[in-house]
């Protein structure tokens, strides 16, 4: 098995390199910001001509929003969240598929968040984001399926990361990204179109449209949260 890893952290991304080829993996690496679409392009459509993608995973993403002193995100901070969670996912896709669809199989696996079914106040652009993720992703989904290539939008909650180590508030049913890994793969084995976990949250967030909101407003005040600065 060969992997096509990428990232913008040089050191982050060798070290789970190491990792992958010690579990037996071949790898190939991508050092990056998923905004240069030259690079990006450049790197897949080479990795695709030599290992024919099977498993498409888009997983970049950044979060930004309330600071400690109360103040929201500004225009800049919020392109910037759309151009890497949204485009730079939507790129992605359309760096390998004309290859997965002239195969006829592939599975395009694209990570949104819960966040993109129940919007958070304290992210508005990471919501939209996400939202706007979920949205390509299932619409993707039904476009692709006379052409044998799946696609799967994974809507995970709180998974123990560095993104989450920069959420300061609560974060029910935070789990660790092993066990997140391995929902993740069963719901792609089962070809999943909406994989959403912890369950309970999951569900709760795609009834929130249909809540007043009133109601929503107050069953979530105690899970207001700021973004520590780096």
Known sequence: MTLGLTGRDAGRLAAVAAQSGEAGAAVVQGVFDVRDRHALTGFLGAFDADHPVDLLVANAGVLEGRQADGT????????????INLLGAIDTVHA??????????????LVS???????????????????????????LRTALAPSGVRVS??????????????????QPGKIGAPAAARLIAEGV??????????????????????????????????????????
């Open 72 to 83: 929201s995100e500004d225009g800049e901070t919020a392109r910037r969240v759309v151009e």
């Open 96 to 109: 390998v598929l004309p290859g997965m669809t002239g195969r006829a199989s592939g599975h395009i696996v």
């Open 113 to 139: 968040s819960l966040a993109g079914l129940s919007p958070v106040a304290d992210a508005p652009a990471y919501s939209a984001s996400k939202a706007g993720l979920l949205g390509y992703g299932r619409a």
């Open 153 to 170: 939008v994974v809507c995970p909650g709180y998974v123990a990361s560095a993104m989450t180590d920069s959420h300061i508030g609560k």
């Open 189 to 230: 084995a089962r070809n999943r179109a909406v994989i959403g976990f912890p369950r309970v949250l999951f569900r709760l967030a795609m009834i929130t449209p249909f809540v007043p909101e009133a109601i929503n407003r107050a069953a979530t005040r105690d899970l207001r949260f700021h973004v520590a600065r780096k």
